[in-house]
C-alpha cells in the first residue's frame, strides 16, 4: 500500500494563531483611549467558548453511545473517561472566574457600556450544554424564557428548540436505568424486602423517639412527624401510581422504574457490576453540581463588579443569575438518592443467583 506522507505543517498553521490571536478587537479603541482590561475580558470568554466546544464534543459523544439499544461494557468505560473530561474542563471555568475577578469594578465600568446588548446569556453553546444534559424551556425560570424571546434570534431559536427536542442524557438514562435487570428473579421480589426493611429501620427510629428522656414534648411530637413524613417517601417511590403524580408534580424527572434502577445501583454500589454504573451516576451529579457552582460564582462575580445595576443587553444582572442557578439544574432525582439508602448492615440479602451475577461469577466448565 502507497501511503504517502502528509506535507509538513507549521504549528502555527495547524493551530491558525493568525486568525486566532487577531480575533480580539477592543470596541473602547474605537472610539477612543483602549480600556487596558476590556483585552482580558475578551480572552476569557473567547477561551470559555472554545472549552463549551470541547465539553459539547464530549458530551455529544456520550449521548451517541445511549441512543444504542445496548452499551457494551467495553463503551462504558470510555463513556466515564469523557465525563470525567467534562468535569476537569469545568474546573477551568471556575479557575478563569479567579481570572476575572483581577478586574477591578472601576476597569469594568470603563467599557462596560460598550458592550449593550451584547450578554453572555446568548451563548448559544452554554445553552447547548443544557440542552444536552436535560434543560428545556419549561423548565427555566420565567426570566430565563423571556429572555430566550427576545435576545435570541429567530435562527437561534429554533436552533435551541431543535436540540431540546433530541433525547438528553437525562432522558437517555432513564432509559438505560429502565432496562436492568437483577430486581425480579424468581420468586425473589427485591422491593418487597427493601420496604420491609425500611420499615423496620424507621420503627426503630420512632421507638427511639418516643422513649428519649432528653427532648422535650414538643421536640418529640416534630421528630415523630419527620419520622412518619419519612416513611411516607419512602412508601411513594415503592408505589408506581404515588411516584408518578410526584412526577407528574415535578418532584421527579426519571421514570418510576428508572428511579428505583438508580438506587438499587445506590444500594449495591460495592457489587462489581455496579462499579462503572454507579461513577456514571456520580460524574452526572458532579457535572451539574458544578454548573450550579459556576453559576453562583458568576452570580457574585456580577454583584461585585455591577452591584444591583443592570446586566449587560439588560438583564436583570446578580438577580437573573440566581434565579438560573435554583432552576437550572438536571438531576435532582439522583441528588436525592441519599434520602432512601439504608446502612449496608440493614439492606435486604440478594439471592446467590443475583450476586453471582453481580459479581461477574465465572464457573469452570
Not at 54 to 80: N, R
Not at 138 to 167: G, K, M
Not at 236 to 245: G, R
Not at 344 to 349: I, Y
Amino acid at each position: 500500500m502507497d501511503r504517502r506522507l502528509p506535507p509538513p505543517i507549521h504549528y502555527s498553521e495547524y493551530l491558525r494563531l493568525n486568525e486566532l490571536l487577531n480575533c480580539q478587537q477592543l470596541e473602547s479603541q474605537k472610539y477612543g483611549p483602549p480600556a487596558h482590561d476590556e483585552m482580558l475580558f475578551i480572552i476569557t470568554h473567547q477561551a470559555y467558548e472554545l472549552w463549551f466546544k470541547q465539553a459539547i464534543h464530549e458530551l455529544e459523544s456520550v449521548q451517541s453511545e445511549f441512543l444504542s439499544p445496548t452499551i457494551p461494557e467495553s463503551k462504558f468505560g470510555q463513556v466515564i473517561h469523557r465525563l470525567q473530561r467534562v468535569r476537569t474542563i469545568q474546573s477551568l471555568w471556575l479557575m478563569q472566574i479567579d481570572v476575572m475577578e483581577t478586574m477591578t469594578p472601576l476597569d469594568f465600568l470603563e467599557f462596560r457600556d460598550l458592550l449593550v446588548p451584547a450578554s453572555g446569556f446568548q451563548s448559544l453553546q452554554f445553552k447547548r450544554i443544557e440542552s444536552l444534559l436535560g434543560v428545556r424551556r419549561s423548565q427555566r425560570a420565567s426570566a430565563d424564557r423571556d429572555f430566550i424571546a427576545s435576545r435570541l434570534n429567530q435562527t437561534e431559536q429554533a436552533q435551541l428548540a431543535q436540540w431540546e427536542a433530541e433525547p438528553s442524557l437525562l432522558d437517555l438514562t432513564d432509559r438505560w436505568l429502565a432496562r436492568m435487570p437483577f430486581l425480579e428473579i424468581g420468586d425473589f421480589r427485591f422491593w418487597e424486602h427493601y420496604g420491609n426493611a425500611v420499615r423496620e429501620m424507621l420503627n426503630n427510629d420512632r421507638r427511639i423517639i418516643e422513649f428519649n428522656p432528653a427532648i422535650s414534648e414538643t421536640q418529640r411530637s416534630t421528630q415523630l412527624a419527620g419520622n412518619q413524613a419519612t416513611l411516607q417517601r419512602f412508601e411513594a417511590i415503592l408505589n408506581a401510581q404515588s411516584f408518578d403524580k410526584l412526577r407528574s408534580d415535578g418532584e421527579f424527572r426519571f421514570s418510576h422504574k428508572g428511579f428505583l434502577a438508580a438506587l438499587f445501583t445506590h444500594l449495591y454500589r460495592d457489587q462489581p457490576m455496579f462499579h462503572l454504573p454507579f461513577r456514571y451516576l456520580t460524574l452526572l451529579v458532579e457535572i451539574d453540581e458544578c454548573l450550579t457552582q459556576w453559576r453562583m460564582r458568576h452570580a457574585l462575580m456580577v454583584q461585585r463588579m455591577l452591584g444591583r445595576k443592570v446586566g449587560t443587553g439588560g438583564s436583570a444582572g446578580y438577580d437573573y443569575l440566581q434565579q438560573t442557578m435554583l432552576h437550572n439544574r438536571v438531576f435532582m432525582d439522583l441528588y436525592s438518592m441519599s434520602t432512601f439508602l439504608l446502612p449496608r448492615s440493614a439492606l435486604p440479602q440478594l439471592p446467590q443467583q443475583v450476586t453471582e451475577a453481580l459479581g461477574f461469577h465465572f464457573s469452570k466448565g
